[in-house]
């Protein structure tokens, strides 16, 4: 046994699915959140006026505001990717820092010594995420004043 498959590994040899457009979840997470505010402008319009106008679906302003649905999609994905950092892959990382230990002490005759050692740098600490949360936030405003 000279190797190590993950559940990762195992899916994406055997369940890939090639696609023609590249799966982007932030992106599409940010233009289906656009697209429905936009959507429910029709309703929202409705009950408002009492009447259907269908250039609110293009239109600015309005209920919902599209703009704000779009930003909060990006911001609660991040949120869960910078969660996820911190939290399950930091411990799963801690883990395989005592698994590959324990392995490296194993007598060289027994079966698993000779396993390649486990990535353990699979995490952040919180320290980490805020850096690359704050460094994110100035490049976006950099980019939006320019």
Known sequence: MDE??????ASSVNGSKSSFIPYNLPLLSAFLSCALAQFLKLFTTWYKEKRWDSRRMLGSGGMPSSH????????????????????VRLHAGRQAELLNQ?????????????????????????????????LG??????MSSS
């Open 102 to 134: 324990i392995v490296c002490e194993l007598p060289p005759e027994h079966p698993v010594s000779s396993v390649r050692p486990l990535r353990d740098s699979l995490g952040h600490t919180p320290l980490q995420v805020l850096a690359g949360a704050v």
């Open 68 to 87: 704000s649905a779009t930003v909060t999609a990006c911001m609660v994905l991040a949120c869960v990717v910078m969660y996820d950092a911190t939290g």
């Open 4 to 9: 190590v498959i993950t559940a990762a590994d």
């Open 137 to 142: 936030c100035i490049v976006a405003y950099l």
